[in-house]
């Protein structure tokens, strides 16, 4: 039976992009029937996966997402919704009321602010799909499954699975990127803070750059030829933002310790392996490919304490820049360690399989 799947895979790359395209990968060799909807065509995509684009229209006019969906495939099989639930919820209404059944994946925690500044039927198709028995959750975290408690989905329809799913193939040792190459080799060691892009709460820097680089300035102090490497790929890289960060840096004598890199990284496990830190200082977070992945190389994660965090990593409060500075301190001094952590994967695919196939008889 059909298996849609809609979302985007990479460009641009980011934690929801990347696992939807290895999920595909996974899905694809155990020979499911495919079809991926998607706003745009991607530049690649295996021969045996259909493709139906979706462009989002703007905001005002998604109540016709229902209206488009009438002359497409939804109703078979299941849906597998992996962004925005709040605004493809009428689609899910659709696809449900047509015999088919949903699965969604929650990646965030950002569902109250959605449902904030959701249009009213958009609310409402959200509310019937928490109370449908045709409607199947995965939460990438406890806080989300929490969240999904408070909204009425039935507890035996949620199921908790990392977002993480381990490349098919090995990519670790792909060439990287000769601006990422030169720091590396120009610095004694690096760290890296990875955020799909600059993003704001409450006026604060979601995936704390900022305060990366303030902890950057404190191992300057033990290490001066440290380096801190900034990796966002969807980046608008002439922002004001941007140029805001950058000229903060200036003001710390930094400058030449941080390399601002906004552009995709195509093996990005290439990099985690080659940087003796990661950097987490998000003020939220779903759950994190980029730290699993770090952790599933053997190596070290420093990260903020506002959601829990998978075991291996280092667990501290958005306090003090000193204590995560002698965090990092504490990881150089140790041997350097190069060990896969493969159990750290799990068998996060396979659940994510069952999960299908509980939809599947949901239909059948």
Known sequence: MKILESGEIPPPFGGVTVHLRRLLDYLVDDGFDLTLVARRPPQSLDPKIAIVRWPTLPRYLNHMEFLRGLSKPFGTGVL?????PVFFAPLGCLHIRREGSVLVTVHDQMIDDKLSHALPHERLCFR??????????IAVSDPIREFLQERDVAVDRIRVIPAYLPERHDETASALPQRIEAFLHEHQMCMVVYGYRRDFLSGRDLYGFDFSIEVLVEVLRSIPNA???????DAQRDSDSWQQLAGEAATMGVSSNVLFFLEPVAAPLSLWR???????PSLTDGDSIAVREMLSLG???????????????????????KHWATAVLDYVRQPDSDQHESGLAG????????????SLADVS
């Open 80 to 84: 597998h919704l992996h962004s925005n």
């Open 128 to 137: 019937e799909l928490t109370r449908s028995a045709r409607v199947r959750w």
């Open 227 to 233: 380096g801190l490497i900034i990796l966002c790929p």
């Open 274 to 280: 080659r940087c003796r830190v990661m950097l987490r």
């Open 299 to 321: 190596r070290p994660v420093i990260a903020s304490d506002v959601v829990p965090r998978p075991a291996g990593a280092k667990v501290l409060p958005l306090e003090s820049t």
């Open 347 to 358: 068998n996060n695919y396979f659940a994510v399989k069952d999960m299908i196939m509980a």
